[in-house]
């Protein structure tokens, strides 16, 4: 098993670009979560998903979007990429929403 | 809304020495995790506790939930250098099919 697998690694975008994250689990959770990690500020939830087709705003959703269409993949997308959205992003995946998470390697974005 | 506040935020320390970490709220949680995340990858599980003053141990790593499940502390004894890392407690609200709260994490670091 692969477990949480995110693409790409490394990002560089100019502002106003767009692109998409995508995160793959192979472990059959309904859970599906996206973060973003500052220096500072700790994990912060931007969106997450309890099923497929399902999505929903976490504590910071402003600027992105998120997709479902299949169980195992969760798309975030940057429609119009700022500076302030400079981060490193992890997706992660569990069978229910508070028992373990399990964390992909994450997406190191810089927006110059 | 609930809040997890790990304490000290930065530690640094030589091989074989013990260290303590916090991790306080003024809310109860369901149960409380911690993860360890190193440079460049995403947190990895380490210990769910579930019950009011359970204790957990995991090699040189002791986990403990307070009795009224609002604080943890996780204890490291003879720091060696692969401990270091961020460490970060994640606590599971008891309202269901809500996120997990994450802590902003403290940096140990350990030298030889």
């Known amino acids: 098993n692969a477990g949480v697998t995110q693409t790409p690694k490394f990002r560089v975008l100019k502002t106003g670009q767009s692109m998409t994250l995508l995160c793959a689990q192979d472990m059959n959770h309904e859970y599906m979560y996206w973060y973003r990690q500052d220096p500072g500020m700790g994990l912060r939830l931007i969106h997450y998903s309890v099923g497929e087709g399902t999505t929903a705003k976490g504590e910071v959703p402003d600027g992105y979007n998120v997709s479902r269409l299949k169980k195992q993949n969760f798309l975030l997308g940057l429609e119009s990429a700022a500076p302030s959205q400079t981060s490193v992003y992890f997706c992660?995946?569990?069978?229910?929403?508070?028992?373990?998470?399990?964390f992909g390697p994450g997406t190191r974005l810089t927006v110059l | 809304t609930q809040l997890l506040e790990q304490s000290p935020q930065f530690l640094s320390i030589q091989e074989g020495e013990n260290l303590t970490v916090y991790c306080n709220s003024s809310s109860v949680f369901s149960s409380l995790q911690w993860y360890r995340q190193e440079p460049g990858e995403g947190p990895v599980l380490l210990v769910t506790?579930?019950?009011?003053?359970e204790v957990k141990k995991l090699k040189r790593l002791t986990f403990q939930f307070g009795d009224a499940r609002k604080d943890s502390s996780l204890h490291i004894t003879a720091a060696q250098p692969g401990d270091t890392g961020l460490y970060l407690c994640?606590?599971?609200?008891?309202?269901?099919?809500?996120?997990?709260?994450f802590g902003k994490g403290t940096t140990l670091s350990v030298s030889s």
């Open positions: 994640a606590g599971a609200s008891l309202r269901a099919g809500t996120a997990l709260i």
């Open positions: 506790v579930v019950t009011g003053g």
């Open positions: 992660a995946s569990s069978y229910s929403p508070q028992p373990a998470q399990y």
